[in-house]
Nanobody
Framework: QVQLVESGGGLVQAGGSLRLSCAAS????????MGWFRQAPGKEREFVATISWSGGSTYYADSVKGRFTISRDNAKNTVYLQMNSLKPEDTAVYYC??????????????????WGQGTQVTVSS
């Protein structure tokens, strides 16, 4: 099994930045597609960003394009989400996810098999 642990969440003012980390253990995840999702209270889980560990391609939700950057460090078995120009509407629990697949990336939550516990991001106005 692959275990995923997110960290780096917290409270930040609008316009500020945070970097989330997702550390994987148990198995190598170099061949996994990785994704970040978020879920705000009373809302559905929402796709944020994804990266292919095999190809290095990335894809972002329209709501975060130009502000968020997903990256990887395969040597450390870690995926990052750099969040800049944060807005109050970015407030949510952020989840790291992993899956094996033939595509470069997936944007649908059901496509992912492994999930972290989530880390809270709160952006004040």
């Amino acid at each position: 099994q692959v275990q995923l642990v997110e960290s780096g969440g917290g409270l930040v003012q609008a316009g500020g930045s945070l970097r989330l980390s997702c550390a994987a253990s148990g198995r190598t995840i170099s061949s996994y597609i990785m994704g970040w999702f978020r879920q705000a209270p009373g809302k559905e889980r929402e796709f944020v960003a994804t990266i292919s560990w095999s190809g290095g391609s990335t894809y972002y939700a329209d709501s975060v394009k130009g502000r968020f950057t997903i990256s990887r460090d395969n040597a450390k078995n870690t995926v990052y989400l750099q969040m800049n120009s944060l807005k109050p509407e970015d407030t949510a629990v952020y989840y790291c996810a992993a899956t094996l697949g033939r595509s470069s990336y997936y944007t649908q939550a059901p496509a992912y098999n492994y999930w972290g516990q989530g880390t809270q991001v709160t952006v004040s106005s």
